[in-house]
């Protein structure tokens, strides 16, 4: 068999392949950090999820409809005209950082992501919830309580994954944040990266 023949045969295999796979949507839903606050797109880790899957899952596309500043109430306002637009299969929900920041009641944040997610399975969209964590600062106190939000719903709801703590081993690590002690730098993204991939494939393995 000829080169050529065997290429177009390798094509023809893989185009039906992508035909015959069902086509899933994810949809990132967050903060400046899955919006890639100070650093360009391409860089940030939501790109470059969307990146290393771009081959080996050809039918699954991502959008990234995170916003810098954003809070859970801001976030709840503008949900259902993103499910609407987006109609994703799957919502990865990183949320809370900037309510916590602010010292917003434990209550209200928990109240608005467990509305989101409710509003996700009543549609039959999955969810990825993504836990964060507060500077020491805040208090023990409060800060417990903020992480505990999360695992809360993550036992309330029957999740697609939940990942604890989004920044786990880069929070700790004065090279991997920005000036601001806050924000991860762009060496930080890849990381982040590998924490949340293999939660999609276990989720594209089990739907």
């Given at each position: 068999m000829r080169r050529d023949q065997l290429l177009l045969l390798i094509f023809l295999a893989f185009?039906?392949?992508t035909q015959g796979a069902e086509n899933r949507?994810?949809?990132?839903?967050?903060?400046?950090?899955?919006?890639?606050?100070?650093?360009?797109?391409?860089?940030?880790?939501?790109?470059?999820?969307?990146s290393d899957l771009a081959f080996s899952?050809?039918?699954?596309?991502?959008?990234?409809?995170?916003?810098?500043?954003?809070t859970t109430t801001g976030g709840l306002n503008r949900f259902k005209k993103a499910l609407e637009i987006h109609a994703?299969?799957?919502?990865?929900?990183?949320?809370?950082?900037?309510?916590?920041?602010?010292g917003y009641p434990i209550s209200k944040i928990q109240a608005n992501l467990g509305?989101?997610?409710?509003?996700?399975?009543?549609?039959?969209?999955?969810?990825?919830l993504i836990g964060m964590v507060l500077p020491p600062n805040y208090g023990r106190r409060y800060t417990e309580a903020f992480v505990g939000i999360y695992s809360t719903l993550a036992a309330e709801f029957n999740l697609a994954g939940f990942l604890p703590h989004l920044l786990s081993g880069?929070?700790?690590?004065?090279n991997l944040l920005?000036?601001?002690?806050?924000?991860?730098?762009?060496?930080?993204q890849p990381l982040i990266k590998e924490q949340i991939?293999?939660?999609?494939?276990?989720?594209?393995?089990?739907d």
């Open positions: 185009a039906q392949y949507s994810i949809l990132i839903y967050g903060d400046s950090v899955s919006a890639g606050y100070g650093m360009t797109q391409p860089e940030s880790w939501p790109a470059l999820l969307a899952q050809p039918s699954v596309s991502f959008t990234n409809a995170s916003v810098s500043g954003e994703p299969d799957l919502v990865i929900l990183e949320l809370g950082g900037n309510d916590g920041l602010r509305n989101m997610i409710a509003l996700c399975q009543k549609q039959g969209i999955e969810i990825l880069i929070a700790t690590d004065p920005q000036r601001d002690g806050i924000h991860p730098t762009v060496a930080a991939k293999p939660l999609i494939l276990n989720w594209l393995k089990s």
